[in-house]
């Protein structure tokens, strides 16, 4: 059972259908339940940036449950705080499966919520996801600023309503994520690695590995993820939390990895193996304390442009950002939580271009 599959090519539905023939993972659910599908779909930008699922794997998946007679299907999602779910579903191509398959499309960030707890922490969930018999969970295999990576475990926090991503934040983000795993429970895992940024969640720098991976279990599937994009898994802290916590196993040694890919090639995990972080030398810049994914990815691709323009090395001052400034005084801020600053930028989340003007003024 705690197996990956793996599949490479150039038509991620047909892939996916594969896949699903391959592993026939509802076998022996009934035809009645109710299915919510989960893509990553963090920001509003096309599956090509590299920072959301490809609508087409989601298509594999509605095709394969609709042929085997599985008619309760909604597709789920919460966008990240600062921007719009629908705006998400519209950019990154969803639209087009409402009227193709019949399913619809949910906004969590509109959603009400439940309250859970697991050990000493109360967690809100919207509740749509509480009514869910069998959660399909559709991450991409990415890289992420804060950190390192980003697969099935954390895309469950797309699951939580806007006030509970941010408190994450301030929780430190990865004893929450392990300890929401123990709270939602994903039946199965179809990864898409087609053109993944392995550098930067808000995507920008698309990897082209043209591969989809299917599993049971998230851990199993991040230790995977964070050794393809050259990592030791130790080095995500919550992927052992939450291996810890009985979440799943990070033994990928003793996993089998099965290629059902037509022209199997033997390279296939060198081939993988080893994409490394950017050496990114501005994040030096940023003192970071509990800031919201989006703040922060923005105040990064910010820099990211302040440094292909030449600007970068002017900059000596460190520019602070994150939940935790509240209240605090300081040099430079970026977001309302740095409001009482010297100088700072308001916004929550403020805008990368906003980011960039405000950094080029200094
Ligand atoms: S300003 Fe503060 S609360 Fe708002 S997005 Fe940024 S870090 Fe989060």
Not at 68 to 79: A, C, L, Q, R, V
Not at 313 to 322: A, R
Request: net charge negative; charged share 25%; with cysteine.
């Amino acid at each position: 059972m705690n197996n990956l599959y793996v599949i490479s090519g150039v038509n991620p539905t047909q892939m996916t259908i594969n896949l699903l023939k391959y592993i026939n993972p509802l076998s022996n659910k009934s035809k009645d339940i109710k299915i919510g599908i989960k893509p990553n779909l963090v920001c509003a930008s096309p599956a090509s940036e590299g920072a959301t699922t490809h609508p087409e794997i989601v298509e594999g998946i509605i095709i394969y449950l609709q042929e085997n007679g599985f008619s309760d299907i909604k597709i789920i999602e919460g966008s990240w705080v600062g921007d719009s779910t629908k705006r998400a579903y519209k950019a990154c191509g969803f639209l087009p499966l409402t009227s193709k398959y019949n399913v619809p499309l949910v906004d969590l960030q509109e959603d009400e919520y439940v309250v859970k707890q697991y050990k000493d922490l109360e967690i809100k969930i919207c509740k749509t996801v509480t009514e869910i018999d069998y959660l399909i969970n559709v991450p991409l295999i990415k890289g992420h600023c804060q950190t390192k990576i980003t697969c099935a475990l954390k895309n469950l926090k797309g699951l939580i309503p806007d006030i509970e991503k941010r408190r994450f934040h301030t929780l430190g983000l990865h004893k929450p994520i392990a300890y929401l795993n123990r709270l939602i429970k994903q039946d199965l895992i179809i990864s898409d690695a087609i053109c993944p940024d392995p550098y930067f969640e808000e995507g920008g720098s698309p990897h082209g590995l043209n591969r989809i991976v299917a599993g049971y279990d998230p851990v199993l599937m991040d230790t995977y993820a964070a050794q393809v994009l050259g990592y030791r898994h130790e080095e995500v802290q919550y992927i052992t939390l939450a291996e810890g916590e009985g979440v799943g196993s990070t033994l990928l040694n003793e996993a089998k990895i099965i290629d059902i890919s037509s022209d199997k090639r033997n390279d296939v995990e060198s081939e993988l193996l080893g994409i490394k972080q950017k050496e990114n030398k501005y994040l030096r810049l940023i003192e970071e304390a509990d800031a919201c994914s989006a703040c922060y990815s923005n105040l990064v691709s910010a820099l990211n442009q302040l440094n292909e323009i030449g600007l970068i090395e002017k900059f000596s001052e460190q520019i602070c950002i994150g939940q935790s400034y509240r209240g605090y005084k300081g040099c430079i801020g970026i977001g309302d939580c740095t409001k009482d600053f010297n100088t700072y930028l308001a916004g929550c989340p403020p805008k990368a271009e906003d980011i960039l003007a405000f950094l080029k003024g200094l």
